[in-house]
């Protein structure tokens, strides 16, 4: 069966010391932020963590934070960073196939890489095993709707807000909420030219595929760029406030949607 070890996602992933704009610091801080609101004295799983930005923040109000990734190169990064804490712990695993007992946890979080996952359904019904009874899950992705939406090299599936909304709910997951943050909508001149220029280059398929060339245009539109630390902190970057939206249609207003999902056994 096809799956997705032995791809390289350390090319197309947040890295430290990876140059990013001002909004993509923001994007990264404000969905570690969010998560932290359901945390507190919680047991954590963030599956897909990456090279762990956001696990040294959470783990300032969860009780206990695990972090895993399928990349192991990729996760060498979270486990230097991170070998002398002890509320954090790293493990090498696939989404699809979580190496955890039945209700392990509290809240499970699954930022920017659901679009990755050859059988997406697979993950959820995993992520609802792995809950508690009340226990939460929150999966941030890019939204397939906003009109400068470019996809991302190893990605197989992108959703839309009821495409997402609908694969938490045949999964069992109960009060069910979708949020979207970051206007699509350009606000300024610089930024209309700058989602003029990106349509043509997505249309001609020019925008470079890992993060090392996409910030070599970011830094000729935008100016100069700042690293991203190996842990994000408090204050380190304007919070975007998510916004409530609708389950029944495509919604073209925001960059980033969010799902919240309930795990509720009556």
Same mark, same amino acid.
């Given at each position: $069966?096809? !799956? ?15 140059? &990013? ?10 969905? #570690?932020? +969010?998560?932290?609101? +359901?945390?507190?004295? @919680?047991? =954590? ?11 040294? #923040? ?10 895993? /990734? ?13 070998? !002398?804490?002890? @509320?954090? @712990?790293? =493990?090498?695993?696939? &989404? ?9 946890? /509290? ?7 659901? #679009? #990755?996952?050859?059988? %997406?359904? @697979?993950?959820?019904?995993? &992520?609802?095993?792995?809950?508690? *009874? ?8 890019? !939204? ?11 990605? *197989?599936?992108?959703?839309? &807000?009821?495409?997402?909304? *609908? ?7 109960? *009060? ?12 300024? +001149? ?20 890992? $993060? ?16 991203? %630390? ?22 073209? !207003?925001?960059?980033? =949607? +969010? ?8």
């Amino acid at each position: $069966m096809e !799956n997705l070890k032995g791809k390289r996602f350390i090319t197309v992933t947040e890295l430290p010391t990876t140059k &990013a704009s001002r909004e993509q610091l923001s994007r990264l801080y404000t969905r #570690y932020k +969010f998560a932290s609101e +359901f945390c507190k004295n @919680k047991t =954590l799983l963030e599956v897909a963590c990456g090279a762990g930005l956001g696990l040294g #923040y959470l783990s300032k109000y969860a009780k206990k934070v695990i972090g895993g /990734d399928i990349d192991k190169d990729v996760l060498r990064f979270a486990q230097g960073h991170y070998k !002398n804490r002890e @509320k954090i @712990k790293l =493990l090498l695993f696939d &989404a699809e196939d979580l190496p955890f007992k039945n209700e392990s946890f /509290d809240v499970l979080i699954f930022f920017e890489a659901i #679009y #990755y996952l050859i059988s %997406p359904e @697979k993950f959820i019904e995993e &992520a609802y095993r792995v809950l508690r *009874n009340n226990g939460i899950i929150i999966i941030c992705t890019v !939204n397939k709707d906003w009109s400068d939406f470019n996809p991302s090299p190893y990605s *197989n599936k992108y959703f839309s &807000a009821p495409e997402l909304f *609908n694969l938490l709910k045949i999964n069992k997951f109960k *009060n069910i909420q979708l949020l979207g943050n970051f206007l699509a909508e350009p606000t300024n +001149f610089k930024e209309k030219l700058i989602s003029i220029v990106k349509k043509v280059a997505i249309r001609f398929k020019i925008i470079p595929k890992t $993060m090392e060339g996409k910030a070599v245009l970011k830094r000729l539109f935008l100016g100069k760029l700042v690293e991203l %630390p190996a842990e994000i902190t408090e204050g380190l970057a304007h919070y975007e406030p998510l916004y409530p939206i609708s389950n029944k249609k495509p919604n073209y !207003n925001y960059k980033i =949607l +969010f799902a919240i999902g309930h795990k509720i056994k009556k």
